[in-house]
């Protein structure tokens, strides 16, 4: 089943602004973690937030975790063009296997 | 380190016939594979688990006699779409943990993904 949903669905921004993504999940879980996804392509792993943090850096990425709402963000500050493709959150509920969110598609514009 | 790879990258195939698609580990042992599949413009569904020497657990509502998966090797699990249909046309992605990297078990790594077309 779907646990993980992202907010918005479709983002347009232009290049240098930031950009927040969402994701709520519904149950108890391990791990959050967020992926990338160019069309047509494979899964890129950006970062991974454990149950018992709630901030985390990478680079332009920043993630947050909040557990207590269930939910998480990603922005991606200073966006660039390169950064147009589609973002994942699944959640790791300490099971063997992970759900995905329905995506944010995110359009970066020059 | 943690490289998946996937073979072929796209495959189009008659109504009726058997595809198979490998998914290699190919610095890592991977007890654990697992198979997606992903409509356009959708996020990926989890179809079933791939387990080293077991049988493969599968997602409610995933056909096991029409996907069927064979994990060999700690290396190698492939995905046969048996009798493919159109409605079996879709992108499919597997994934590995490496548990052996003690700082980052947890992290799945995704192939590059494989895009069946059935005509």
């Known amino acids: 089943s779907q646990q993980g949903e992202e907010d918005p669905q479709a983002l347009s921004i232009q290049e240098g602004e930031n950009a927040t993504m969402n994701c709520s999940y519904k149950t108890s879980i391990n791990n959050l973690q967020w992926y990338r996804q160019n069309s047509g392509r494979g899964l890129v792993h950006l970062i991974l937030?454990?149950?018992?943090?709630r901030e985390k850096h990478s680079g332009r990425l920043r993630v947050t975790l909040d557990t207590s709402k269930k939910s998480s963000s990603l922005l991606i500050t200073a966006s660039r063009a390169a950064d147009t493709a589609s973002y994942f959150c699944a959640t790791d509920d300490y099971g063997q296997n992970f759900v995905f969110g329905p995506g944010t598609r995110l359009s970066v514009l020059p | 380190g943690a490289v998946v790879s996937q073979h072929p990258s796209w495959v189009i195939c008659k109504s009726g016939t058997s595809v198979k698609i490998e998914c290699r580990s190919l610095?890592?042992?991977?007890?654990?594979m697992f198979w997606y599949r992903q409509f356009p413009k959708q996020s990926l569904m989890l179809m079933a688990t791939?387990?080293?020497?077991?049988?493969?657990?599968?997602e409610q509502g995933v056909e096991k006699d029409k996907f069927l998966i064979n994990h060999a090797s700690l290396t190698l699990s492939t995905l046969t779409v048996t009798s493919a249909h159109p409605e079996d046309s879709s992108f499919y992605i597997c994934?590995?943990?490496?548990?052996?990297?003690?700082?980052?078990?947890?992290?799945?790594?995704f192939g590059p993904g494989t895009r069946l077309l059935v005509l």
């Open positions: 610095d890592f042992q991977a007890t654990t």
């Open positions: 791939s387990n080293e020497g077991s049988k493969a657990t599968y």
């Open positions: 994934s590995a943990r490496n548990r052996d990297l003690s700082s980052a078990w947890e992290t799945q790594y």
């Open positions: 937030i454990r149950s018992n943090e």
